[in-house]
């Protein structure tokens, strides 16, 4: 059985290249470069300096054959036969012509992601640098990366809980996953049985299967869920988690979108898996204190995705008495209950040794502060009550 599920066929598509090796619409000499390129980086040879080192993956070599073979069609339609004699002032004149509209998508709108297809030419050019014979200039430095912020569908644990209620019974505990470990969609198809831990409150996303680095994180909203789904389906150690297809799953979230979600929060696109991760990190960011723990379980290496999401909630100083409790460890709150528990077997040894005349009412004081606290206990609805009476009997609040 393969280590990693390839839920988009990548690898199929790139292998279904591999037979004719064709760059469609360019020429021959633009043709052989592009392939020579792909070949060096699926093997990692001369990768510039500063990257990543390896062989790429088949989903970026994927991607770096698309869109240098757009750039390739756009220069020649620009005169430039082969894109290694391209200028700077040609270089910069197309981006910014994709930029501005002038050369549009298939929709007729602007390319929203330049910055994108600037960052694999300059792949490309560093490559050509290094690969070449002769000194080569490098025209890509004054070139911007920026690209149009990502949109999202956004909704709130509410709506979640919501979906949640709606969804089918196969979907529940893949929805659940997904919100509460805020992995990427090809992490998730790639989850099996073995990787959940400690009663499915802890997952390990292998390193092999994730697109930056391996990691073990803590569930704290779906483990209940995932084990009776695991039950229920009796699934083995070695079965993955997933049992529906990504197209199946998204066609299900589509209506699941429409009928809970407001009109505004799917005005830019369908909901889809893929929005699970945004909305994940936008109701963990609050939560976290730190900015490293917060990197770890999202498997980002910079700080940049971080600072997207503060700046898309407006968030400025968000800290409410609920995070006060996030910050207190479990083993700290048993610890002080352990604690508050021996002072009452104390108080009730004390108690004992009171004469009869005192015992009877100060028993009836102890019992009916028990009862009081089991009352507030049975009446907490969320975990956050729950540790709030426990913060407030520990604390003497």
Not at 260 to 265: F, G, R, V
């Amino acid at each position: 059985m393969e280590d990693r599920l390839d839920p988009y066929n990548h690898k199929q598509r790139l292998d279904n290249w591999k037979k004719t090796k064709q760059i469609k619409d360019v020429s021959k000499t633009n043709e052989k470069i592009i392939i020579k390129f792909l070949g060096d980086m699926e093997i990692g040879l001369n990768i510039s300096k500063g990257s990543v080192k390896g062989g790429r993956s088949a989903i970026r070599l994927n991607t770096l054959r698309q869109r240098l073979a757009f750039i390739a069609k756009e220069l020649e339609d620009r005169k430039v036969k082969d894109m290694r004699q391209v200028t700077t002032q040609q270089l910069h004149k197309l981006f910014d012509d994709m930029r501005t509209g002038v050369l549009k998508t298939r929709q007729g709108t602007p390319y929203k992601s330049t910055g994108d297809y600037i960052k694999i030419f300059k792949t490309f050019w560093h490559w050509n640098q290094k690969t070449n014979k002769n000194k080569v200039e490098d025209i890509t430095s004054d070139l911007d990366t920026r690209g149009e912020k990502p949109k999202f569908v956004y909704f709130t644990e509410q709506d979640f809980n919501k979906m949640l209620e709606s969804a089918s019974a196969d979907l529940k505990p893949i929805l659940a996953l997904a919100f509460d470990s805020g992995q990427r969609v090809t992490e998730i198809f790639n989850n099996k049985v073995s990787d959940f831990s400690n009663d499915f409150t802890e997952l390990n996303i292998r390193d092999e299967t994730s697109k930056t680095f391996g990691r073990k994180i803590k569930l704290l909203l779906c483990s209940k869920q995932i084990k009776k789904y695991v039950e229920r389906m009796e699934l083995k150690q070695d079965d993955y988690i997933c049992k529906i297809t990504p197209p199946m799953i998204n066609r299900k979230l589509r209506e699941l979108g429409k009928k809970i979600l407001k009109p505004e929060q799917i005005t830019f696109k369908n909901l889809s898996l893929y929005d699970f991760r945004h909305s994940s990190a936008c109701y963990w960011l609050p939560r976290y204190k730190n900015e490293s723990a917060m990197k770890w379980r999202f498997g980002w290496k910079k700080s940049d995705m971080i600072h997207y999401y503060t700046e898309f909630l407006g968030m400025k100083d968000t800290i409410t008495k609920d995070d006060l409790y996030l910050d207190i460890t479990k083993a700290e709150l048993e610890k002080d209950l352990n604690k508050t528990k021996k002072d009452l077997e104390e108080l009730k040894d004390k108690v004992s040794q009171f004469p009869d005349m005192f015992k009877a009412e100060m028993e009836k004081e102890f019992n009916a502060y028990l009862s009081e606290m089991a009352d507030k206990f049975k009446k907490a609805k969320t975990i956050n009550d729950s540790l709030e009476v426990l913060y407030n009997i520990t604390y003497n609040k």
